[in-house]
């Protein structure tokens, strides 16, 4: 039975293990430090915005092939803002 989400702890939240192109890692904790967040809530912030910015409107069908653009030129435009 699932847990509701206004019960959920951290641990419970939903999960994903995610594979990062090499050097990527890093240059996502170089981001998350720079705004004084955990790799976890840069990459749900950048998630979010991608998201929200993107595909506002777009409702439950979104092309996923669309939203994973979204979300990679959004992630590519935050690491060279690190660089």
């Known amino acids: ?3 509701p989400k206004s019960e959920r702890t951290p641990q419970a939240a939903d999960k ?3 594979r990062l192109p090499d050097g990527m890692r890093d240059k996502l904790a170089e981001l998350a430090k720079s705004n004084n967040r955990s790799m976890n809530a840069e990459i749900v912030q950048i998630l979010h915005l991608a998201l929200d910015g993107r595909h ?3 409702g439950c069908g979104a092309d996923v092939a669309a939203l994973a653009d979204a979300i990679a030129e959004r992630v590519a435009l935050k690491l060279k803002n690190v660089e």
Do not use: W
């Open 16 to 18: 994903y293990v995610l």
């Open 1 to 3: 039975m699932e847990t």
């Open 56 to 58: 506002a409107g777009a």
